[in-house]
């Protein structure tokens, strides 16, 4: 018997997007499990942002298997879901620097929702060292010879 999308939001606690969706129904080694064996919390995520892309895991941010709120999960690498796991509890949850160090707040925070409504937050002096370079590329001399790497 097909089930429609309902049937899955059924067992879904939403207090709030910001928050954890739990699901109440079957779990499978900690993870929400939906009838055709597949994780649950990948059916949101593709029914919300689309294909997760090939190769890729689900990583939970929050650390909490049974959630399924597609806002809390991330596309990563197996190695890197992996590692995230062992040693990175919550850290990239509520990240509150870049990765350089600059703090991911107040004026230094740049954040957009795209087209999908998925909303990213980005670091302004990364943003503009990354333009910077590219404009000073542009405006350097014209090399015949082999063109250099890109960093
Ligand atoms: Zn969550
Ligand atoms: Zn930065």
């Not at 939403?14 to 954890?20: Q, S």
């Not at 079957?26 to 064996?37: C, D, E, H, P």
């Amino acid at each position: 018997m097909p089930h429609k999308r309902a049937d899955h939001w059924e067992h879904i606690d939403v207090n709030d997007i910001a928050g954890c969706w739990n699901w109440t129904a079957a779990l499978r080694a900690g993870y929400g499990q939906m009838w055709t064996k597949r994780n649950i919390h990948r059916y949101f995520y593709v029914d919300i942002f689309g294909e997760i892309p090939a190769g890729l895991d689900l990583d939970h941010l929050c650390r909490n298997r049974r959630c399924c709120n597609p806002w809390h999960l991330e596309p990563v690498t197996r190695r890197e879901n992996i590692l995230r796991g062992k040693t990175i509890p919550a850290r990239n949850f509520a990240k509150t620097q870049c990765d350089k160090g600059h703090p991911l707040s107040g004026e230094n925070l740049y954040t957009w929702n795209d087209d999908r409504g998925r909303s990213h937050r980005r670091c302004k002096t990364c943003a503009k060292a990354t333009l910077k370079a590219s404009l000073d590329r542009r405006k350097g001399p014209r090399r015949s010879g082999p063109i250099e790497a890109v960093v």
